[in-house]
């Protein structure tokens, strides 16, 4: 709302000053007193013209008005200053008095020109302190000596600059009609339910909804009165990026050394992509930032808004002009901002990218957004930001990909690029693997843990440019893919059978393999195994054993280095009090096994996991680690056998004889693929016999050992005899006569 204009009494005639508010904003005029003849006004109270202008309110303009009232005016001076006072909101309206003001002041810049030309100051008319500078600037001297062209010349400035941003303003509100339509047509009033006549037409006026138009972030009163920097930081910060964008395209002369203030007023929350056009980019050739270019409204500025006479107009504005200027003046938003005059180099510029995408990713908490910041920065040649992007790109995939928590009241871990760098390459993967089930393991390494080892993998062969022996060790002993190796070891056995089953030599190619070379599936299998002292999940470890490869003959061949490698491992695992042996120490024993040596451990590991379903069958189970510290201890065999025929928990006689049977399996006399040896390698028949009936005869007085029963053991005995014809592993030779006979003798 405009407030009542001030009268203007006959002592005040000299000072014209019109107040105005405007959306709670109080504008200040004070122009004509300075710019037309106190006496002019005197004479001119009365006339119509002169009181109807100064009476109406600016509200109350129209197009038509404006044209009425001002054409009535004679004094080109008068009209002019009336057009420049007078800010309003009304679009129209106001193109009308920048174009009258400039339509009634265009005669001034050839007066102006013509009498700079063939004007030479009086002395007399110049004080003694300006004759030396009007000596140098005629332009300035002719300014001070002529107030009416003077005022006239600032006022059309202020009018062009006013021109253009009515242009630029009409921009805008096309597009914020673009982004914010109006809501069209409105739902008709809901009626009354016990009036079932009513008709939508009979809706009073009043309470018919009326169509609603998009809120402008800035008025066009405001947008003309404020500084450009003030509104471009305006824009800015409520996300305004298209009349932003047109903003700084048609006054870039104003605003482009402020470009990277108005893009820190830019919310950290803002979706990159929405601002990209904004971004700086890098010039390839010249290594420099690529300056935004603006496109004037007017191709040719007029003479007016040169360097040459906007200076003059400073050096020689009389006091209270300088009001009109008020506008260009650095305000204490620009002292505040960056300023940068000249293109940034290349160092610099991705030195704010990068300060920019931390701020995002520490303020606002938005992996996403600063990553599209960083890769738009590449995609315009920003250098620099490849080892940052990737980061981003690795913790983008932690935060939005990798497996939540089930449990909704563990919520989400707030991660940051800094707690992100901090993570040792073991620590990561775990994080990212976390959250994994047996069914989406072995996808979850493929898209999260693999491309991570590949950025590990490329970092330590730029490191290679500069071989220290610190990085040297870390190139040879491909130490991104150790990490993957020591995550597979220390997994559950859930999770590690799914990873075997995704690397088994039968998938094709190699590429799609978890492990890929058949030689690290078996040493990291003989190692987890081996090393995990599990006594459960026997199937679970035989379906692992059954996806690795199977080298043929060439186990013949190294099958001394293998039987080597093992004796060496019952000595670590013996009994200690410094702890037990871990997967990833039992990876580097196997480490320097080949294939051959490779396909000998595994027939050994076959014949163990064969034994370690057997001994679990009947209560009395031992670790995969038990075979290898007991393959030559015939006292610990002996004692597993005595507990194995003692607490097998045979029920009856079909379960004595089965347990005799699988005793005997594991004995000596029974050979497995490789003429490997069983869980009883060092007890023949004899042995194991003694130790088996020792065990039945101590299970209560059905089998005690009695004289009047000799016959019935002697029967019992002949008939397991007879069975162990057919006692062998599938492949291997049924035993002898002999071997009978022995049994009896024992008997």
């Not at 931390?358 to 920003?382: F, K, M, P, Y």
């Not at 898209?447 to 950025?455: D, E, G, K, M, T």
């Not at 096994?593 to 009395?620: F, M, N, Q, T």
Request: include cysteine; glycine fraction near 6%; charged fraction near 25%.
């Amino acid at each position: 709302m405009h407030a009542r204009l001030s009268q203007i009494s006959s002592s005040m005639l000299s000072l014209i000053c019109i107040y105005e508010v405007q959306r709670k904003r109080i504008f200040l005029f004070v122009g004509l007193q300075h710019l037309v003849d106190p006496t002019r006004l005197v004479d001119s109270a009365m006339s119509d013209p002169y009181t109807a202008w100064s009476t109406t309110l600016s509200v109350d303009l129209t197009p038509e008005l404006v044209d009425e009232l001002l054409d009535g005016i004679p004094d080109d001076l008068w009209a002019t200053a009336a057009c420049a006072e007078r800010i309003v909101d009304d679009v129209q309206v106001a193109q009308v008095l920048v174009k009258t003001g400039l339509r009634r002041s265009h005669k001034v810049e050839d007066e102006v020109k013509v009498g700079v030309s063939v004007y030479e100051p009086l002395e007399e008319g110049i004080e003694a302190e300006d004759w030396e500078e009007s000596s140098r600037t005629p332009l300035v001297a002719y300014f001070k000596a002529h107030a009416r062209e003077r005022r006239l010349c600032l006022l059309r400035k202020v009018l062009f600059e006013r021109l253009d941003r009515i242009q630029t303003y009409l921009i805008m509100s096309t597009q914020w009609r673009d982004e914010n339509p109006a809501n069209g047509e409105a739902e008709p009033a809901e009626l009354e339910e016990d009036d079932p006549w009513a008709d939508g037409d009979d809706i009073p006026p009043q309470d018919k909804p009326e169509e609603s138009t998009p809120e402008t972030p800035i008025t066009l009163s405001d947008f003309l009165a404020q500084p450009l920097l003030e509104s471009a930081l305006l824009l800015a910060s409520t996300l305004q990026f298209a009349a932003l964008r047109s903003l700084i395209e048609h006054h870039s002369m104003a605003l482009v050394q402020y470009r990277f203030g108005i893009l820190d007023a830019i919310p950290l929350y803002a979706e990159p992509t929405e601002y990209r056009s904004l971004l700086p980019a890098n010039d390839f050739d010249n290594n420099t930032e690529v300056l935004p270019s603006g496109t004037p409204w007017r191709p040719k500025a007029s003479w007016i808004e040169s360097v040459e006479v906007d200076e003059a107009l400073k050096a020689s504005l009389a006091s209270g002009e300088d009001a009109w200027l008020e506008g260009e003046e650095e305000s204490e938003e620009a002292s505040n901002l960056m300023r940068v005059d000249k293109p940034l180099s290349a160092e610099a510029l991705t030195s704010w990218y990068k300060s920019r995408v931390l701020a995002i990713d520490e303020q606002a908490g938005l992996t996403t957004h600063a990553l599209a910041l960083l890769q738009h920065g590449a995609s315009q040649g920003v250098i620099g930001l490849d080892e940052l992007g990737e980061d981003f790109i690795l913790l983008d995939r932690l935060v939005y990909e990798a497996p939540q928590s089930s449990d909704p009241s563990l919520g989400s871990d707030d991660w940051t690029l800094a707690r992100w760098r901090k993570l040792e390459p073991k620590h990561a993967i775990g994080t990212y693997l976390r959250y994994s089930a047996p069914d989406t393991i072995a996808s979850d390494i493929r898209r999260l843990v693999v491309p991570y080892l590949s950025v590990l993998e490329s970092r330590y062969e730029r490191l290679s440019s500069a071989v220290t022996p610190v990085n040297q060790h870390i190139i040879e002993s491909n130490l991104a893919q150790h990490f993957l190796y020591t995550y597979i070891l220390q997994s559950p056995l859930s999770l590690a059978l799914p990873i075997f089953e995704a690397s088994k030599p039968t998938i094709a190619p190699a590429s799609n393999r978890i492990i890929r070379t058949d030689e690290d599936l078996a040493r990291l299998a003989l190692a987890y195994l081996y090393g995990s002292n599990l006594t459960q999940g026997w199937e679970t470890m035989s379906s692992i054993f059954e996806c690795l490869p199977d080298w043929g003959s060439a186990r013949d061949e190294h099958g001394d280095e293998a039987d080597t490698t093992l004796t060496s491992l019952a000595a670590l695992f013996a009994p200690s009090t410094t702890g037990t042996v871990t997967p990833e120490e039992l990876y580097v024993f196997f480490k320097p096994l080949h294939s051959g040596a490779l396909s000998r451990a595994l027939d050994v590991l076959d014949a163990h996991l064969e034994g370690g379903e057997v001994l679990a069958k009947w209560g009395v189970q031992a670790s995969l680690s038990w075979f290898l510290r007991s393959a030559g201890d015939k006292a610990e065999q002996n004692a597993r056998a005595v507990m194995m025929a003692r607490r097998g928990g045979a029920v009856d006689e079909e379960e004595w004889r089965a347990l005799l049977d699988d005793m005997l399996k594991l004995g000596r006399d029974v050979e497995h693929v490789g003429s490997v040896r069983g869980a009883f390698g060092l007890l023949d028949k004899r042995e194991i016999a003694k130790i088996y009936f020792e065990g039945l005869l101590s299970f209560g007085s059905e089998y005690r050992y009695e004289p009047g029963i000799s016959q019935e053991a002697e029967l019992i005995t002949s008939t397991q005899i007879s069975r162990l014809r057919r006692v062998s592993w599938p492949g291997r030779r049924p035993a002898s006569t002999s071997q009978a006979q022995l049994w009896r003798r024992y008997a």
